[in-house]
């Protein structure tokens, strides 16, 4: 279980450079050829943080309001409240904000910036569907996420989708105004194309690249939350349940909080190009590695 932390953990910090030297190359070639330097590049960190900073502290907000979902306290659901509080103890954490999403899918989620402000939500399904330990593998889950700061840190990877997103638009304007008629030599040409090919393709490659973070953490808080537990088989019979079952998207799932759910809420796909797109990981491989904890 301590391998697969630090693997995960190596990973996405590889990831997250790779992201950041991404960023910085586009922000060069927008200078390059706009001559304006990095006054681009400046100006897109700003917009970018400013919709971050809304985000970080409204996030959880709106994604509980986007889920439909509606908090509870201990007297109203005493079984979910309990097994949240006795995996909080264990974890030294504070007990989060609960909520439930009226929903047959089995699914759930945490948000929040930090453990002194965060959420889970659960679904109905999830509650009714899932037996005792399965539903303790996935509120663990869901926990390590909030103890690993997970939404932290797709907050910065979301602020670098922005700029990029930026970087590239203002690049295309900048080859259609003025590029193309300063950049006459054969070096400069091959750089335009170049450039072109970088602008059309890079938020492309940013939103791969973010989702390929996702589904790093998505492996981390497996293993994470099967530290807490002890007891690999429980989200492990969990996920099987939600791969069997979860075969209908969820009322009210949508793409911009698509990643913050255990499984993915558009339910689940065998298909390759749409597992490379999805903010989850292939929900087989995360069920195999969790078996192999127990051997």
Not at 60 to 86: C, F, M, P, S, W
Not at 106 to 131: E, M, P, Q, W, Y
Not at 183 to 204: F, T, Y
Not at 244 to 254: D, F, G
Request: charged share 15%; with cysteine; net charge positive.
């Amino acid at each position: 279980m301590y391998k697969q932390i630090d693997s995960n953990k190596r990973k996405t910090i590889i990831l997250m450079i790779l992201f950041v030297v991404f960023v910085m190359l586009m922000g060069w070639l927008y200078g390059y050829f706009t001559d304006t330097g990095y006054s681009g590049l400046i100006v897109a960190g700003i917009i970018s943080l400013i919709m971050a900073t809304t985000s970080y502290f409204a996030g959880d907000k709106i994604a509980l309001t986007a889920a439909g979902a509606k908090q509870i306290n201990e007297e109203q659901n005493q079984r979910v409240y309990h097994l949240v509080e006795n995996l909080c103890i264990t974890a030294g954490l504070p007990i989060p904000n609960i909520y439930i999403i009226n929903d047959d899918g089995i699914n759930a989620f945490a948000t929040g910036r930090d453990v002194n402000h965060s959420s889970i939500a659960l679904t109905t399904g999830a509650i009714n569907k899932l037996a005792d330990i399965e539903l303790e593998g996935v509120i663990a889950h869901e926990l390590s996420h909030i103890k690993n700061y997970d939404i932290r840190l797709m907050m910065v990877v979301l602020v670098l989708v922005g700029i990029i997103a930026l970087i590239s638009d203002w690049l295309l304007r900048g080859f259609l105004w003025k590029g193309q008629g300063d950049r006459k030599n054969n070096a400069g040409i091959i750089l335009l194309i170049i450039g072109i090919v970088l602008a059309v393709l890079s938020p492309l490659i940013a939103q791969v690249i973010q989702l390929a973070v996702s589904r790093k953490r998505e492996y981390l808080a497996d293993a994470d939350g099967v530290l807490l537990t002890r007891y690999p088989d429980g989200l492990a019979n969990a996920l099987e349940k939600i791969s069997l079952q979860n075969v209908s998207p969820l009322k009210r799932a949508n793409n911009a909080t698509a990643h913050l759910y255990i499984a993915n809420p558009f339910g689940q796909t065998k298909i390759f190009l749409s597992n490379l797109f999805s903010t989850h990981p292939p929900i087989e491989d995360r069920i195999a590695k969790l078996r192999q904890m127990t051997k």
